[in-house]
């Protein structure tokens, strides 16, 4: 994945839907080498739009999460989360509604929702939570769902391992599990991703 140099993600809408979305990045040119258009499907037409991620500083009053689509594993990640959320915003914060989820059944489309500033960040930590618990590796992220990470890095987001919050890197195919956390901006990243790392340290001894 590290290999990567150009990315680019197509949106592909349901049939009562009149816009689509193309984004695509090219490394190391920034925000610069972001190029977005939506296309308009009952004309043909096009536009241009401005991909930028959140600059929030914190999480109140936004979408984030961790990604627990299917019965296994559901609760130990929940379980995880909610300890997250608890250190993150603070034991009282945490009792409210401060932070909504959207379980977002796409890899492509939680990267796009980060891109956007729609999400402030998702993680996806279904890997270690399996291997602990000795379920398999299908219902897993893979690294062809993953290879659109780039045009979040470009433009200003962050994406890294949950646990050692080194680059997220594997090889380029369709089985080999992968696990990530993406955040919107960097402010965010260095508040949350240390409470997320040790508290999948501590899970996983």
């Not at 995880?80 to 890899?107: C, K, M, N």
Request: with cysteine.
């Amino acid at each position: 994945m590290a290999d990567i140099q150009l990315a680019s993600m197509t949106e592909l809408p349901v049939t009562k839907q009149g816009f689509a979305d193309q984004l695509s990045a090219v490394r190391g040119q920034g925000r610069a080498g972001i190029r977005a258009a939506r296309h308009c499907l009952l004309t043909g037409g096009a536009s241009t739009f401005s991909a930028v991620p959140s600059s929030a500083t914190g999480f109140a009053n936004g979408f984030g999460g961790l990604v627990r689509y299917f019965p296994p594993g559901k609760a130990e990640i929940a379980a995880i989360e909610g300890r997250f959320w608890e250190e993150v915003l603070g034991p009282d914060a945490a009792r409210e509604a401060l932070v909504f989820e959207d379980q977002y059944a796409s890899t492509g489309g939680q990267i796009y929702e980060l891109v956007t500033g729609r999400d402030l960040m998702v993680a996806d930590i279904r890997p270690l939570v399996f291997a602990r618990l000795g379920y398999g590796e299908a219902l897993s992220c893979h690294p062809y769902d993953l290879c659109t990470a780039l045009i979040l890095e470009e433009a200003g987001g962050v994406i890294e391992h949950p646990v050692h919050r080194g680059q997220v890197d594997a090889p380029l195919d369709t089985v080999t599990p992968v696990a990530w956390a993406g955040y919107a901006n960097r402010t965010l990243a260095d508040r949350a991703a240390p409470v997320l790392a040790r508290l999948l340290d501590a899970f996983g001894r």
